[in-house]
Nanobody, 123 residues
Framework: QMQLVESGGGSVQPGGSLRLSCAAS????????MGWFRQYPGKKRELVAD???????NYADSVKGRFTISRDNAKNMVYLQMNSLKPEDTAVYYC?????????????????WGKGTLVTVSS
């Protein structure tokens, strides 16, 4: 089965940094857009950043200038470098990617989600 697995979450003090990683695995033909979302308790999951296969990026206004999304197409991985972290960045972060199965008849990517990794920013 195709899947996404996140890593790199943890606890950090305000102003600190964390780097999240997400690996796509399985019988994958192509990985299209990849991204990171986050979810606060009782709130809807929201986009943090995403990146196309060609490297075009989008960021939520709240993280612009602090977070950087990148990807390694050869490894089917996406990363989120988080700097100058704030307490309000505390959330569960989810990896998202559109995956095209290496099977006949698939023309477009299928949305997949990781299980999430917790980021806690506190002093």
């Amino acid at each position: 089965q195709m899947q996404l697995v996140e890593s790199g979450g943890g606890s950090v003090q305000p102003g600190g940094s964390l780097r999240l990683s997400c690996a796509a695995s399985g019988n994958i033909f192509r990985v299209d857009t990849m991204g990171w979302f986050r979810q606060y308790p009782g709130k809807k999951r929201e986009l943090v950043a995403d990146i196309t296969s060609g490297g075009s990026t989008n960021y939520a206004d709240s993280v612009k200038g602090r977070f950087t999304i990148s990807r390694d197409n050869a490894k089917n991985m996406v990363y989120l470098q988080m700097n100058s972290l704030k307490p309000e960045d505390t959330a569960v972060y989810y990896c998202n990617a559109d995956l095209v199965p290496a099977e006949p008849g698939y023309y477009y990517g299928i949305p997949y989600w990781g299980k999430g990794t917790l980021v806690t920013v506190s002093s």
